[in-house]
């Protein structure tokens, strides 16, 4: 990790990808997988977990192919081929074959879609405010994917992710915005979920026949006052995979893992250690 930007970690060819990722912690491998939000990085959505988890395990945070600092390759079709790729790519690159997965957002919809792929090398699955279902897109995540870059915008875009206003700081919002507009950056992140973005959401999707097969054990995590992705859809995720557990955070909004640190971290460690 460099002094000048904690977003940068290790380095690490993923494939034909130059990967930018955080490797903490020993013992069996868990490996997090961040939201779409514009500038994000896995330092940025898992900074305040990846400490605490690493206590017990070993885990691994990498930027996707497209965001932060990991390569975002000219004329990238970017979609769950490319983004699920990557993930084998980089498991096979630092000698993992089998992990738990942690995904957040569109990361959970990446792990639902690694599982199914690659189901052997999967143990449980963490799924927090999770896309990969379905459903009508809302004015959040319409919001989050047709950002243009502005402190405004993006202080709109925390007010919509957190239930708890006192999270999002005028500083805050220039950090993340001066995030987003780093070279390439919002290129790449314009070029991923271009209107209509209900197409997007839904490319992103798994088939609903084939997660009811899934045999993995699943923690199912999510805000009550998500405006980005419905409660609803983890509800229906939790209904659907067979050997699920929910947990609902009320005065919570699409930050789990920041507005309830403390709770979330320890909720996922005691269901990866059991």
């Known amino acids: 990790m460099?002094?000048?930007?904690?977003?940068?970690?290790?380095?690490?060819?993923?494939?034909?990808?130059?990967?930018?990722?955080?490797?903490q912690g020993a013992g069996d491998?868990?490996?997090?997988?961040?939201g779409s939000g514009p500038g994000v990085s896995?330092?940025?959505?898992?900074?305040?977990?990846?400490?605490?988890?690493?206590?017990?395990?070993?885990?691994?945070?990498?930027?996707?192919?497209?965001?932060?600092f990991t390569d975002r390759p000219e004329g990238a079709v970017y979609g769950k081929d490319l983004w699920v790729r990557h993930l084998v790519d980089l498991?096979?690159?630092?000698?993992?074959?089998?992990?738990?997965?942690?995904?957040?957002?569109?990361?959970?919809?990446?792990?639902?879609?690694f599982a199914l792929r690659h189901p052997d090398r999967v143990r449980r699955l963490v799924l927090m405010g999770s896309a990969g279902l379905s459903f009508p897109i809302t004015p959040g995540l319409e919001?989050?994917?047709?950002?243009?870059?502005?402190?405004?915008?993006?202080r709109g875009l925390l007010d919509i992710f957190a239930?708890?206003?006192?999270?999002?700081?005028?500083?805050?919002?220039?950090l993340r915005y001066r995030a987003s507009?780093?070279?390439?950056?919002?290129?790449?992140?314009?070029?991923?979920?271009?209107?209509p973005r209900q197409i997007a959401l839904d490319a992103l999707a798994s088939d609903e026949a084939a997660l009811a097969a899934l045999p993995h054990r699943a923690l199912v995590v999510h805000g009550r006052?998500?405006?980005?992705i419905p409660p609803e859809a983890s509800q229906r995720l939790f209904a659907l995979l067979p050997d699920a557990e929910l947990h609902m955070f009320g005065h919570c909004g699409h930050w789990t893992q920041i507005e309830h640190t403390a709770r979330f971290n320890r909720l996922v460690s005691d269901f990866l250690a059991e």
Do not use: K
């Not at 239930?163 to 220039?174: G, H, Q």
């Open 91 to 113: 498991m096979d690159a630092l000698g993992v074959d089998r992990a738990d997965l942690v995904g957040n957002s569109f990361g959970g919809a990446l792990a639902l879609a």
């Open 163 to 174: 239930y708890d206003r006192t999270l999002v700081s005028d500083e805050l919002a220039e």
């Open 181 to 195: 507009i780093r070279p390439g950056f919002q290129e790449s992140f314009a070029a991923m979920f271009p209107a």
């Open 42 to 68: 896995a330092w940025a959505n898992w900074r305040l977990n990846i400490g605490p988890l690493a206590a017990t395990r070993r885990v691994i945070a990498p930027d996707m192919v497209g965001f932060g």
């Open 143 to 154: 919001a989050v994917w047709g950002y243009t870059p502005s402190i405004a915008a993006m």
């Open 29 to 34: 491998p868990v490996v997090m997988i961040h």
């Open 225 to 228: 006052e998500d405006r980005v």
């Open 2 to 23: 460099t002094d000048s930007n904690p977003e940068i970690g290790r380095s690490i060819m993923a494939g034909p990808l130059r990967t930018n990722y955080h490797d």
